[in-house]
């Protein structure tokens, strides 16, 4: 049969999409990227944040009307919300044919070919079609309430698991461990994830082989805490250990890490970055907060004065370091004087790249106890703030790098302009960050993967533009 899948949320979420992909075609199911055209839709979903879910619901339906208008015969709904609200959403949209969770990625296979079509047409009572807007919207006030825990998933995949990358063929996600084993008051993860479980350093190192010989040149490693890594297996410095195997591979130029945590970076982790060739001096760091009493509340380790010292640390043993981070505005209990230190914190630690999120109350998350008093309007207000002044530090230190030389990758062309390419320097992971802007230049020259050397000539706010160095 012909298989569809569109996939939601963060990067990990595509990995298991994208081993979903490779099991199907191993199967011997042929894959589409039209849903017009597929005869199974999958739709693997997210639930971090009511807009995760809305647009998770929303996607359910847009694909469940193709079992109307297309020759699409089974619909199937994976990953978190499908952990999270396996019945309730069953419930509510009776196209859905079948519902795997987290843990059960490997069950795809027989959800594709097992499943009894079902064509629905809901009405109203005068005998009108519902409203897709109306269906979504009602499907969504269904999942607000409080719920039972989910059984908490064990599965993770490994090096001999098919899997059929959705990146461009220059860089890859590599997942290293699965679940979480911190309590976060605002997070859903460990719920719907599980327990920290990390990958053999064997199976990582062998799947990397994998992908470099695949034409893979940019690896990103990625899990919810991935200076975690090994901690759980009683293993004692296995982060810097696999890094220090990794980087002996063949054909990666960059390996970058994504999603550290700021309890578990330890000084070896940060040694081996910096003696490594291919690591990159780029730490993903989401802190979430600054101040004491919302640090608490939110139950993360650590105070703002310790997050100075670990920032400074960082800075003192990888100089050129780029640091990004996240942070959460509106938590319940933030008050304006709590704000105005998390303001103060992020102006003296002049992060090279910021996002911030309003808060969002989460059922099934201990700050769902919490009274959500901080104001609509006030967190959006908060979170414009934070972000219009890092707008302004970030656009003032990109003009003042006009002239720098550096390796850029090349990521493919511009949709601005068709004399344009699209590039990244090793300070900018890929979907997440601003990117550099090639001009003065012959983009047939040029193909996606290529390191090059270039000039920067200018800047746009975040943005950077530049010229290739013959």
């Not at 589409?32 to 597929?38: K, L, M, N």
Request: proline fraction near 5%.
């Amino acid at each position: 049969m012909k298989v569809g899948l569109i996939s939601l949320g963060c990067p990990k979420n595509l990995v298991d999409s994208e081993v979903m992909l490779g099991l199907a075609q191993q199967a011997g199911h042929e894959l589409t990227r039209d849903a017009a055209e597929a005869d199974v839709l999958v739709v693997n979903t997210c639930a971090f944040i009511d807009k995760a879910k809305q647009e998770s619901i929303d996607t359910i339906l847009e694909m469940a009307e193709h079992k109307k208008t297309g020759k699409c015969r089974t619909l199937v709904v994976t990953g978190c919300m499908a952990e999270r609200y396996r019945d309730e959403l069953r419930a509510q949209i009776p196209e859905i044919d079948a519902v795997l969770g987290t843990g059960e990625v490997p069950e795809i296979v027989g959800a594709i070919g097992g499943q009894a079509p079902s064509t629905i047409q809901l009405l109203r009572a005068n005998g009108e079609p519902i409203r897709l807007r109306d269906r979504a919207d009602a499907t969504a006030a269904s999942l607000e309430s409080p719920l039972a825990a989910p059984i908490r998933p064990t599965y993770i995949y490994d090096a001999d698991t098919p899997r059929l990358l959705a990146t461009p063929r220059h860089y890859a996600y590599l997942k290293i461990a699965e679940g979480c084993d911190y309590k976060c008051a605002f997070c859903i993860i460990p719920t719907l994830r599980g327990a920290y479980r990390s990958r053999t350093a064997d199976s990582i190192v062998a799947e990397a082989e994998r992908l470099a010989e695949g034409g893979v040149k940019e690896l990103l490693l990625i899990s919810q805490d991935t200076t975690f890594y090994g901690i759980d297996r009683g293993e004692r410095g296995a982060l810097a250990k696999l890094l220090r195997r990794l980087d002996q591979i063949t054909g990666l130029e960059w390996i970058r890490l994504l999603y550290l945590y700021p309890t578990t970076i330890t000084d070896d982790v940060l040694d081996a970055i910096g003696e490594s060739r291919a690591v990159c001096r780029y730490i993903d760091l989401p802190l979430q907060h600054a101040a004491d009493p919302v640090l608490q509340r939110m139950k993360r380790p650590g105070t703002r004065a310790s997050y100075e010292r670990l920032l400074t640390r960082i800075r003192t043993r990888l100089p050129e370091a780029t640091l990004r981070t996240t942070f959460i505005v509106g938590f319940p209990g933030e008050t304006a004087a709590d704000f105005a230190e998390l303001a103060s914190f992020a102006d003296a630690m002049a992060f090279d790249h910021m996002g911030v999120f309003t808060y969002s109350h989460e059922e099934q998350t201990s700050a769902y106890g919490l009274k959500d008093d901080v104001p609509t309007v006030t967190k959006r207000s908060r979170q414009r703030k934070l972000m219009d002044a890092q707008r302004a530090r970030v656009t003032a230190r990109q003009a003042a790098r006009v002239g720098e030389r550096l390796r850029l990758v090349v990521d493919g062309p511009s949709a601005e302009h068709e004399l344009v390419l699209r590039a990244r320097t090793a300070g900018q992971a890929p979907d997440i960050d601003p990117v550099v802007y090639l001009t003065d230049c012959d983009p047939s020259s040029y193909s996606a993967g290529d390191f090059i050397d270039a000039e920067i000539t200018g800047s746009q706010e975040y943005d950077l533009m530049a010229r290739p160095l013959l």
